[in-house]
């Protein structure tokens, strides 16, 4: 059983949560129930509905898609965070790696929570857009590298735009018996036409 002191040092180091005021922090974490899982507990599958994140306060999970490991949590990392705000089916699985022991906010106890206190709406909503844009401007400047990367690869192998490709057609191999060779002009000619 954790401490009031110990659920607010986790809960506050929760990225979403990370910037809320103290009182917030307080009232979120008095609502969060504890759960202990064992190893090799599957704690979620990809697919299935989510309405809750958990943040790790002992031992490890993966986080899995279809047998390949995107990563491992350790104690003070979350998962299924974006659950809280939506219903969409979880987006992968997450076993434990050993017996582990979480915290667990559901979105109906969010809800309540900002029924209650409607500044933790506000703060989470602001800080939700702050990561929004944070992602925008990653990925405006991932595609402004991409841009220029492209630019110079086509300088690097762009061909002369005044090239225009000819079609090659092979010349005839002369045969002494049939061709001369008109030395003023420079190109065989056909002594059968005369």
């Known amino acids: 059983m954790l401490t009031s002191v110990d659920r607010l040092l986790f809960v506050r180091g ?15 974490a008095s609502i969060m129930d504890e759960l202990s899982f064992p190893n090799n507990h599957t704690i979620f599958t990809e697919g299935q509905e989510g309405r809750a994140l958990y943040i790790v306060v002992s031992g490890r999970v993966r986080v899995h898609l279809r047998g390949q490991e995107l990563a491992q949590l350790e104690t003070g990392t979350c998962f299924g965070e974006m659950s809280l705000f939506d219903a969409e089916p979880r987006s992968a699985s997450v076993t434990t790696l050993e017996s582990c022991d979480c915290l667990m906010l559901t979105q109906q106890q969010l809800y309540e929570a900002i029924d209650e206190t409607p ?13 929004i ?5 990653e990925l405006n400047e991932k595609q402004q590298e991409l841009k220029d ?6 300088l690097a192998y762009a061909p002369d ?11 005839p191999v002369a ?7 008109d030395h003023n002009n420079g190109f065989p000619y056909s002594t059968l036409a005369q």
Not at 19 to 27: A, H, K, Y
Not at 133 to 137: G, Q
Not at 149 to 154: C, E, I, K, P, V
Not at 161 to 171: L, M, N, Y
Request: hydrophobic share 40%; glycine share 4%; proline share 7%.
């Open 175 to 181: 045969e002494e018996s049939l061709y001369g060779f």
């Open 119 to 131: 500044g933790i709406a506000v703060n989470i909503i602001r800080l939700l857009s702050r990561r």
């Open 133 to 137: 844009r944070e992602l925008n401007d």
């Open 14 to 28: 929760v990225p979403i949560f990370k910037e809320l005021r103290d009182d917030f922090l307080v009232r979120l």
């Open 149 to 154: 990367l492209t630019r110079q690869q086509n």
């Open 161 to 171: 735009p005044q090239f225009v490709p000819q079609e090659v057609v092979p010349r």
